[in-house]
């Protein structure tokens, strides 16, 4: 069984930081993808970024030169840096995890930049 957790949410002002993490425990087995995903009100879940055990990472482009992505494989946890908010960057944001063709998400965390 694999569990995903994450935590660092919140509400922010727009132009500040706010860091996630997201901690996966349990039978995970490399290669795999570690990544965040977001869904604001009304829309669809999209793509933040991905990283993957051997460091290569995606980024949607409305992210790219705000947000950083990193992990750490030993302990099997990623961490989203996210700097200059905006309030379009709002919404809830879920750790995935995938490898072999499976697929786990995390319970998902609110992120709120107010204007």
């Known amino acids: 069984q694999v569990r995903l957790v994450e935590s660092g949410g919140g509400l922010v002002q727009a132009g500040e930081s706010l860091r996630l993490s997201c901690a996966a425990s349990?039978?995970?087995?490399?290669?795999?993808?570690m990544g965040w995903y977001r869904q604001a009100p009304g829309k669809q879940r999209e793509l933040v970024a991905t990283?993957?055990?051997?460091?290569?990472?995606n980024y949607a482009d409305s992210v790219k030169g705000r947000f950083a992505i990193s992990r750490d494989n030993a302990k099997n946890t990623v961490l989203l840096q996210m700097s200059s908010l905006k309030p379009e960057d709002t919404g809830v944001y879920y750790c995935?995890?995938?490898?072999?063709?499976?697929?786990?998400w995390g319970q998902g965390t609110q992120v709120t930049v107010s204007s």
């Open positions: 995935r995890l995938t490898f072999y063709g499976r697929l786990y």
């Open positions: 990283i993957t055990t051997t460091g290569s990472t």
């Open positions: 349990g039978s995970i087995f490399s290669p795999n993808s």
